[in-house]
């Protein structure tokens, strides 16, 4: 599957942002959609996931509170982020995988990031 990330921007501190990741077929029930970021110079980690068959979600510590990880529609699932820290200005990937999982190379497809900036 192809997966498409979208929604990143420039947004102050506080503000709110959405991302979307559109997959290029209906999501399998079996399947797990993960969101990951990286900021410069440090590794890829993990914020969200989603079980798509039973809505079971996992948020990282750091973004606990503030993202909400849910389904749009059969082929998309969304990122909102509320009360956003400079902190958490990264390129957010959209992932997909089977394992329930917070670790990248668990996921087998991977989106183009889109870059969010949380200036101070």
């Known amino acids: 599957v192809q997966l498409q990330a979208s929604g990143g921007g420039l947004v102050q501190t506080g503000g709110s942002l959405r991302l979307s990741c559109t997959a290029s077929?209906?999501?399998?029930?079996?399947?797990?959609m993960g969101w990951f970021r990286q900021a410069p110079g440090k590794e890829r980690e993990f914020v969200a996931f989603?079980?798509?068959?039973?809505?079971?979600t996992n948020y990282a510590d750091s973004v606990k509170g503030r993202v909400t990880i849910s389904k749009a529609n059969a082929d998309t699932v969304y990122l909102q982020m509320n009360s956003l820290k400079p902190e958490d200005t990264a390129v957010y990937y959209c992932?997909?995988?089977?394992?329930?999982?917070?670790?990248?190379?668990?996921?087998?497809?991977w989106g183009e990031g889109t870059l969010v900036t949380v200036s101070s």
């Open positions: 992932a997909a995988g089977v394992q329930a999982s917070t670790t990248p190379r668990d996921y087998t497809s």
């Open positions: 989603l079980r798509w068959n039973t809505g079971r």
């Open positions: 077929r209906r999501i399998y029930s079996s399947a797990v």
